[in-house]
């Protein structure tokens, strides 16, 4: 019980050795990552985009769920690093032979892997990963089912960062299916670290987690006021499965509710931007006006997502053992 | 063989002794507590000063996997590990497999058990088919092949006509019915307490009124039906309250907790240890008080083990993927103290809650000492300090969230009827 209460992302040395999620990471952990970012971005924009940082790295991109995005800008980063990648899409193979997760890890241990990029469909996978991998592998949670997904938490402050400059005089709405969405627990973790004085998110009432305001939030279930003097929009992706249980009963009447259109988003601030961690449902949680807009952020997201992950491998490869 | 039992601490809860005698034992009963009677002459003397002498423990729910799971568990492991942990009878959920709804499974068990000659087992029969919760068990046949009572386990009973109807059958023979209260609608996909930790975690939740709406919709059926019924795990503190309410209304039920609960809550889980994977789950701190504040007040009758063994494969998993349970038998003596002593509850108080309570659930003449009775012990150093590591457990079930934790209360000798069945 004692270790599995101990902050398992660090090591001794208080050193990064597991991005798993934003919770228990300090402010200053968080701003050194996104100033490593800033220090990457520009070799983005070089001719060569590669720097020699993780050259002789083998870094694997685990992928238990299926996901093309996040693979992908993983994939982009750690060769801008000069890394060596192995993509594995799990669920296709070993898993359905009735391999386990550790089985599977295992053995890719025994094949000198340095890093392992994790996305999988159960909470607290990438910690059980990370609590049985010898201890110079890093893990990095690219999702677990709704627990984490620290690099999108990670991007996102870097955009609001890149726009708003500071985070301690903002008011940010988080809108959408809190309830299931791991991207939406790591924002509001890093929001609150960073000094954000008020977080909100804007949803009904079945897409809220139990006790959400416990996490620091302030809850509303009423879009017009939630987005009122907002400086960040955040819009959450609602998934078309959850039309068939009893959370919702209708996209229609949803994005009557809940959908962001120019309307509503008037009545944030009216330098106010707009993001979404994609991909987007345009039509049901925002409209293509808003999406496309000049206080949408949405693509720079994508671009700054590339560096904050590059920054993420560079510092876990750099930690002590 | 006679014993002689010296220099102990001798507590009854049943009878209110709590002084320092001594016991004789033979022909596997008790035959006097104090003085020797005339011309007994033990064939063994245990010295039991320093420690408490006390009927053995009465344990509603241990999970032996016998038959159909022994990957996890045996009935030989589990056996031991019972008497390890001074507990000389034991109830067995249906939930094997195949589920405990034939008459000769339970036969073949109980003589399996039999033979081993260590603890008692009082197997539960299943309450419908399969535990499908759609038809009824033979219950007065099962009842002659040794079920104690009848119950759905953890599986679910989501039809109200086919539960009324058990009731009503289960009462006609005077059989009592053990439920846990869930609806399994409001249960659906949960494994972690609807609230604080499993939002965070983005673990899907069982909310408290998962419990409460299903103790409300049974003992709505007590009164309809007149069946007795021993609710089991409660957790919440809603849970707690109607019970505690029925029992004034002078309702036939009774209610035990699972010893962890009293002890842990969601904030347990920490980051994911699949060791607090428990059915039901731990819940908030305010929950865990509650059913403290039911076990001094006697709202909850008894505590068990819920032993529930568990292989590594199937709890080093991913939290939601693992199998859910803890392995009991061994700490729910320390356990149960540790609780009494943070209380301040007494000795006898924690005693009875493990040996004349759970026999008086069990309507069982036993869980007590006096002349005439079986000679079923347990005899343990309450001050003793050991620590909770796979080698020290007897069970193949070695999943505990208080692994590595220094704990008090040791067995040093566990009698089932007059013989020595353990001593460490």
């Known amino acids: ?321 | 063989m006679k014993i002689h039992i010296r220099g102990g601490r001798l507590i009854d809860p049943k009878s209110g002794i709590d002084e320092q005698r001594d016991a004789f034992i033979a022909a596997g009963k008790v035959v006097a507590l104090g003085d020797a009677p005339a011309d007994f002459h033990a064939n063994r003397v245990v010295d039991a000063s320093g420690l408490v002498v006390c009927p053995g423990l009465i344990d509603l729910s241990a999970r032996l996997r016998e038959p159909g799971l022994e990957y996890m568990a045996t009935l030989e492991s589990e056996m031991q590990a019972a008497v390890a942990g001074g507990v000389t009878s034991l109830v067995c959920p249906p939930d094997t497999d195949p589920p405990l709804d034939e008459p000769g499974l339970v036969e073949m068990l109980r003589h399996r058990a039999r033979n081993l000659h260590q603890a008692r087992v009082f197997p539960l029969g299943a309450l419908t088919q399969k535990l499908e919760g759609q038809r009824l068990t033979e219950m007065a046949e099962l009842h002659d092949a040794g079920c104690i009572a009848f119950s759905q386990a953890d599986a679910p009973l989501t039809d109200s006509n086919v539960l009324l109807r058990a009731l009503q059958y289960a009462s006609t023979f005077g059989f009592t019915v053990w439920l846990r209260p869930q609806d399994s609608f409001l249960a659906r996909d949960g494994v972690a307490h609807d609230g604080e930790v499993a939002s965070r975690l983005g673990l899907a939740g069982i909310p408290a009124c998962a419990e409460s709406i299903a103790i409300s919709r049974i003992l709505l059926l007590m009164k309809e039906t007149g069946a007795r019924v021993h609710l089991c795990r409660l957790s919440t503190r809603d849970g707690v309250d109607m019970v505690r309410e029925a029992k004034r209304q002078g309702l036939p039920v009774t209610c035990d907790i699972g010893v962890h609960h009293a002890h842990l809550s969601e904030m347990d889980i920490g980051y994911f240890d699949s060791n607090c994977h428990v059915i039901p789950p731990f819940r908030s701190l305010r929950d865990r008080d509650a059913l403290r504040a039911g076990l001094m007040d006697g709202t909850i009758d008894a505590i068990c083990s819920d032993h529930a063994p568990v292989d590594d494969d199937a709890k080093f998993l991913p939290f939601a993927e693992s199998e859910a349970g803890v392995t009991g038998l061994e700490l729910l003596l320390p356990l149960t103290l540790k609780w009494a002593r943070e209380a301040g509850a007494g000795l006898p108080l924690a005693i009875a809650r493990l040996t004349t309570e759970p026999a008086r659930v069990l309507s069982l003449n036993k869980g007590m000492l006096a002349p005439g009775l079986n000679a079923d012990l347990c005899i343990f150093d309450p001050d003793e300090l050991w620590k909770v590591t796979p080698r020290a457990l007897k069970s193949l079930g070695k999943n505990t969230p208080f692994q590595n934790m220094e704990l008090a209360g040791k067995v040093k000798y566990t009698l089932v009827e007059g013989h020595v069945v353990y001593e460490s």
């Open chain 1, 1 to 321: 019980m004692a270790f599995l209460n101990r902050n398992p992302q660090l090591n001794q040395h208080g050193e990064l050795q597991h991005l798993l999620t934003i919770e228990g990471l300090g402010a200053g952990m968080l701003r050194h990552i996104l100033d490593t970012a800033e220090s990457f971005v520009s070799v983005s924009e070089r001719e060569v985009k590669k720097v020699p940082l993780l050259r002789g790295k083998s870094i694997f991109n685990l992928f238990f769920e299926p996901s093309t995005r996040t693979r992908t800008t993983f994939e982009i980063a750690a060769k801008r690093l000069s890394a060596d990648v192995i993509n594995l899409n799990i669920n296709a193979s070993s898993q359905s032979k009735g391999e386990t997760v550790l089985d599977t890890v295992d053995n890719l241990a025994a094949m000198q892997a340095d890093m392992f990029i994790v996305r999988h469909a159960e909470s607290g996978a990438a910690h059980f990963i990370a609590r049985h991998v010898a201890p110079h592998i890093h893990v990095v949670n690219a999702g677990d089912g709704r627990h984490a997904h620290p690099t999108q938490g990670l991007l996102d402050m870097y955009t609001i960062r890149h726009y708003k400059k500071e985070f301690h005089n903002l008011r940010v709405a988080i809108v959408g299916d809190v309830l299931h969405s791991r991207v939406a627990r790591s924002q509001i973790h890093a929001l609150t670290t960073l000094g954000v004085p008020e977080v909100r998110v804007i949803a009904p009432k079945t897409l809220l987690p139990a006790e959400v305001e416990r996490m620091g939030v302030q809850v509303y279930y009423d879009m017009p006021q939630g987005l009122k003097d907002v400086d960040v929009v955040i819009m959450l992706r609602l998934q078309n499965e959850r039309m068939r249980g009893a959370l919702l009963p209708s996209a229609q009447e949803y994005f009557k509710s809940y959908g962001l259109t120019q309307d509503k988003l008037a009545l944030a601030k009216s330098d106010a931007i707009v993001m979404h961690p994609g991909p987007m449902n345009r039509g049901v949680e925002i409209d293509s006006d808003v999406a496309d807009g000049t206080q949408s952020v949405i693509l720079p997201q994508v671009t700054f997502g590339i560096a904050v992950r590059m920054a993420v491998m560079s510092i876990l490869a750099g930690s002590k053992q």
